[in-house]
């Protein structure tokens, strides 16, 4: 396994269209985390997963917002009716999570958005 | 609330030279986490650090060291004898057990040859 992977690495959108990410995290993790990170800025948590439930989501994450992680495995982020707000890199990071003795997170090289 | 301060936000050293980066955190949390992860012009987040409240202990790891003091709620990272290589975005953070990752907003670290 070669670490967390995300999909698409740049997506450049009009205003008002919805855009979709991917993550594949490490194959052995259990827990999921979506992090948005601005320029400048240090990434700032959205949402996280364990297994395929989410078990906390940001004030971040407005309703326009929504995470899945259907069966535990790969996790999608969906942002409809973008605004140039949205615009950041969106990062995704794995855990082993509960039962796991590390807590570090690994993160994958995001999905740099671009609201135009 | 959890919080991370990086006072520094730019630093410049000329290679060689040892360089400090300060990181102080607040917590009302008995157990946390304090990590340090850099971010190179490429944009990933690479992982360096992982230290728990319980330990203390001062860590090297080749150039880098770290230094915890939990009376002055303080995480400070060292680099020696700098290189251009190094030149990248280092945050500090914290969190829970094994809960989301609170980062300070980074210090831009320049090496210059």
């Known amino acids: 396994d070669t670490g967390v992977s995300q999909d698409p690495r740049h997506k450049i959108t009009k205003r008002g269209q919805n855009v979709t990410f991917r993550c594949d995290p490490i194959?052995?993790?259990?827990?999921l985390y979506w992090y948005r990170q601005t320029l400048g800025q240090g990434p700032e948590f959205l949402t996280y997963?364990?297994?395929?439930?989410?078990?906390?989501k940001s004030r971040l994450l407005s309703d326009r917002f929504s995470a899945e992680r259907p069966k535990g495995s790969f996790s999608t982020l969906e942002i409809q009716r973008t605004e140039q707000g949205d615009s950041a890199m969106y990062l995704c990071?794995?855990?082993?999570?509960?039962?796991?003795?590390?807590?570090?997170?690994?993160f994958g090289p995001g999905t740099r958005l671009t609201v135009t | 609330a959890q919080k991370v301060t990086q006072a520094q936000t730019e630093i410049s050293v000329v290679e060689k030279e040892d360089v400090t980066l300060d990181c102080v955190y607040e917590?009302?949390?008995?157990?946390?986490?304090l990590f340090w992860y850099k971010q190179p012009p490429s944009g990933e987040l690479v992982f360096l650090i992982r230290?728990?409240?319980?330990?203390?202990q001062n860590e090297i790891s080749g150039r880098y060291s770290w230094n915890f003091q939990k009376s002055t709620s303080s995480f400070n990272f060292t680099i020696t004898a700098s290189q251009v290589v190094d030149s990248a975005v280092y945050f500090c953070?914290?969190?829970?057990?094994?809960?989301?990752?609170?980062f300070g907003k980074g210090t831009r670290l320049h090496i210059l040859p």
């Open positions: 997963f364990q297994n395929e439930a989410q078990l906390e």
């Open positions: 194959s052995e993790h259990n827990r």
């Open positions: 990071a794995s855990s082993l999570g509960e039962g796991g003795t590390a807590y570090e997170q690994y």
């Open positions: 917590t009302r949390d008995t157990t946390y986490y």
């Open positions: 953070a914290l969190s829970r057990r094994d809960d989301k990752i609170i």
């Open positions: 230290r728990n409240s319980f330990d203390e």
